[in-house]
């Protein structure tokens, strides 16, 4: 069942067919589809090419089909080539010969692009609101587990910060990431109905009306472009894959903190799975499958900029190899975050195991070192002084702060009383800037 033919004399090859259907994939888009055609059948009335009573009939049809196929009614297979084409053939069907006039002024080259268009707005909305729920779940695990517990870099033991303010770096991550996405629904506003092939049609029709039913803001300047245009395609995958580099990291240091090595959380046996063959094993697999799933958007981002690279103007069948990637792309992503904001909603922050890594962790040497320079010394020599008690620290099995008086003046003889007080780990996080860690 297609909607060409008329100047081929030799039937297609079954391979071929099967080849070039898209149904089994486009057929998400359905919603999306009957959306634009009733846009554009009320487009065509209002402009006289269609008649009140022809719009009418063609819209109760449209309507039917959606209401069969999401009442299950209506299954949607069988020999068509594409979502376009299912829909407009059971028009038919169901309406008779006024069905035929839907495909007036339009091609499918604009029907998919808007089709298209209209399905990633929703689901870059969807993303969004995903990311925002993410957030939610974030900060109520920093404000119930504000204690302390070491920052890291080079995955060594740094400086202390509280589990809140490491948390919350995710936050402002995804804060980022949210801004993308609009940035990304912001550009790509724009309705492609009505460029029909690549370069408009005869018909004096209004695109103004449709885009404003659709929900953009304008229609697309360019035909041309219009209908070969992928970006907003491209750019919320990229958006989406900067998305997942963000839940692969937080996934990561998830994975890390569950082990015995670091002990400082225990994730929800809702979120972890066994071992088939060591009983003891709890495995953090939602974490893991996160961090995995990351490598599939980015190839999802690779193929398709690789699909449109060397495009000429306007369409061509290439596209078509868009919406599975697209698809997956913002399913999997949407499907992550879900998965994140559910195992950090049940989360269990071990506050005693990372209050035991600072002391271990020398995470005041810094704060040593500042001591020491604020009575004189300077910092290149501060910081030398500091090294050496490290080392000293070590080798007796020391922290700095349990180190008497009279072993730090081995060292330095600016230390006094007071520089207990001053590199005490709840006093580092209560002076100047550090008071933004809280």
Known sequence: MKLWGGRFKEEESKLMEDFNSSLSFDKELYKHDIKGSIA???????CSILTNDEKDQIIKGLDSILKDINEGRLLIEGDYEDIHSFVEMNLISRIGEVGKKLHTARSRNDQVAVDLRIYAKEKALDVVEAIEELQ???????EENNVLMPGYTHLQRAQVVTFKYHIMAYYSMLQR???RMKN???IMDESPLGCCALAGTTYSTDRMFTAEELGFKKPVDNFMDGVSDRDFAIELIGDCSIVMMHLSRLSEELILWSSKEFDFIQISDAYSTGSSIMPQKKNPDAAELIRGKTGRVYGDLISLL?????IPLAYNKDMQEDKERFFDAVNTVLSCLK???G????LKVKGKNTLKAVKKGFLNATEAADY?????MAFRDAHKVIGEIVLYSEENSKAIEDLNLDELKKFSSLFEEDVYSFIDYENTLSRGIKKEIR
């Open 177 to 179: 990431d949210k801004k």
């Open 136 to 142: 939610q779940a974030i900060i109520k695990l920093g």
């Open 40 to 46: 554009h059948v009320n487009m065509l009335a209002k």
């Open 343 to 346: 195992m950090l909603s049940t």
């Open 339 to 341: 998965v994140m904001t």
């Open 184 to 186: 990304a629904i912001d």
């Open 306 to 310: 690789t699909t449109m690279k060397g």
């Open 372 to 376: 020491l320079v604020n009575k004189g």
